[in-house]
């Protein structure tokens, strides 16, 4: 079983690199080679279903090259990394699946095609290699691969400059992490990301270069997931066609969690650098959504909220809640694969009327909104595991919190039956996200990282949501509101040169000819 489970795992991670390979071989017909690679995505996802099965019975799958005792490159499985090499292999098989109609006419699809599976298989052996260097292997090449999906069609207009910027804060980041390496490799040897405590003993090796090192992979993660500084680039990407737009925030930017999760000990071994990406994670969380809210065109409103979205992820892993942190990682990529797939479906229709909104605040919105939160907190909390995991009750307060939103939002006085049914509806969602959080949670716990002993408290997550209620107020507010929305979309705005520049013809001078018969003039009578 051990060695039908190691092919399994190799060759869901090779099946994307032969999928490109076919493409590169039929490149004179394109629709053929588009159809065999996404095949071939599939394939990798049936074989690591076998794995999954194989990991549920037997444990740990180990696969690759050994050197005595030591691994020099090498897979492994286990309940963390196999759900996460799941995850990537599922979204990039959805993704070419659907390429290969949007694209069927794009002359530079094989392009997108070739680079986009190895940019998969990249992100699977991120997700599961078993060394600190096999990972960086990975992170680098999925980085250049990237860049060559982003920006293969340089022809339409903000591909170049946007490909530009993120050139420049993917370059920071992976530098980052290549010092990283090296100085763990100097001063700890090769060590294993898989195995009970062997990263804690490796960042105990590392005695002062601790805290260095454990910042430059904050750095890393928070560049590729576009936080602070590095934020400029990801709403650039809306140039970009939608394969491109959904593998990368459905996909490439959820590898600043991964790296976090997968190198937990050695990051949370540092109290500088746990607040360093808590602030700039709240920080970007709050902004994000606040900008997110003025944009008016699906795609860049969607860039924003992944910002948001990884902003909290990277806020989870800095207070230790690496389950929360995998649960939110899973539900975001299928959620933004999704809404990035279908975001032609919500262009309005010619004739269309747009739905006008209630936000009368009525008493019975009011009662509705409230017993759809209390409802909701106490059929999550009622679930197997919830209670008393590592930050359980903010992310149990945000489930309540959402739905009441949710209900809220959904009040019509009109229709208080159908709102009744959405609230109902709502409720339902929550005990559903409940029962999967806590699966999940069960899963993946023997696998995750301890939180170490300079892990923030999860109560700080509250803070992000402050910052969002009170980010909501300001704008409602009649005096300060309005200037603030007009500087939070100039900040949302295109970086300058994001757009190519096209020259205006210049107006063609109307000559009045003489006409070719001239009426005499009319006389009046007078």
Not at 273 to 296: D, G, H, N, P
Not at 324 to 339: D, E, F, I, Q, R
Not at 441 to 465: E, I, K
Request: proline share 5%; hydrophobic share 55%.
């Amino acid at each position: 079983m051990t060695t039908v489970g190691g092919l399994s795992l190799v060759g869901a991670v090779a099946a994307p690199l032969l999928g490109a390979g076919a493409m590169a071989l039929s490149r004179d017909r394109r629709q053929t080679g588009a159809r065999l690679s996404a095949g071939l995505h599939w394939l990798g996802v049936a074989l690591t279903g076998v794995v999954v099965v194989l990991v549920a019975i037997h444990g740990t799958i180990d696969a690759g090259i050994h050197s005595g005792r030591s691994v020099i490159i090498g897979l492994s499985a286990n309940h963390l990394t196999v759900t996460l090499i799941a995850l990537v292999l599922g979204i990039g098989a959805i993704v070419q699946s659907f390429s290969v109609r949007y694209l069927r006419t794009d002359p530079r699809s094989s392009r997108f095609v070739i680079g986009a599976g190895v940019l998969v298989a990249s992100m699977a052996v991120v997700a599961g290699s078993t060394t600190l260097v096999g990972l960086l292997a990975g992170w680098v090449l999925a980085s250049i691969c990237f860049l060559v999906i982003v920006g293969y069609r340089p022809d339409l207009p903000g591909v170049r400059p946007s490909t530009r910027r993120a050139a420049i804060a993917l370059l920071i980041g992976d530098g980052a992490l290549v010092v990283a390496t090296v100085i763990v490799s100097l001063r700890a040897g090769s060590i294993a990301l898989v195995g009970s405590g062997s990263l804690s003993h490796a960042a105990d090796r590392l005695g002062g270069a601790g805290t260095v090192v454990a910042l430059l992979v904050v750095v890393a993660a928070l560049a590729r997931c576009a936080q602070g500084p590095f934020g400029r680039w990801l709403p650039g990407t809306v140039a970009a066609p939608t394969p491109v737009s959904a593998l990368l925030h459905a996909g490439f930017v959820n590898g600043g969690g991964i790296l976090l999760i997968r190198t937990g000990a050695i990051a949370s071994s540092s109290a500088v650098a746990l607040v360093v990406s808590f602030s700039v994670a709240a920080a970007t969380a709050v902004v994000a959504t606040a900008i997110m809210a003025q944009r008016s065109d699906v795609k860049s409103e969607l860039a924003y909220s992944t910002m948001g979205q990884m902003g909290f992820m990277v806020a989870e892993c800095a207070v230790g809640a690496f389950g929360a942190g995998v649960v939110h990682l899973l539900g975001h990529a299928l959620y933004k694969a999704t809404l990035f797939l279908g975001s032609g479906g919500q262009m309005p229709r010619p004739g269309g009327v747009a739905p006008v909104a209630d936000s009368a605040p009525t008493f019975g919105r009011l009662v509705m909104a409230g017993t759809a939160g209390l409802v909701s907190l106490g059929v999550v909390l009622a679930a197997p595991g919830i209670p008393g995991h590592r930050a359980s009750g903010p992310l149990v307060l945000f489930v309540a919190a959402t739905a009441g939103v949710g209900a809220w939002s959904l009040w019509t006085t009109r229709h208080a039956r159908r709102s009744v049914l959405s609230a109902c509806l709502i409720v339902s969602a929550s005990a559903l996200y409940g029962l999967v959080a806590s699966g999940l949670f069960a899963w993946v716990d023997p696998s995750l990282p301890q939180a170490g002993s300079a892990a923030l408290t999860p109560w700080l997550l509250l803070v992000v949501a402050a910052g969002g209620a009170a980010a909501a107020f300001v704008l409602r507010s009649p005096v300060v509101g309005p200037r603030l929305r007009m500087a939070l979309i100039d900040i949302g705005a295109p970086a300058p040169g994001s757009t190519q520049r096209f020259e205006v013809p210049r107006p063609v001078p109307i000559v009045r000819s003489k006409p070719l018969i001239e009426a005499s003039p009319v006389r009046s009578a007078a």
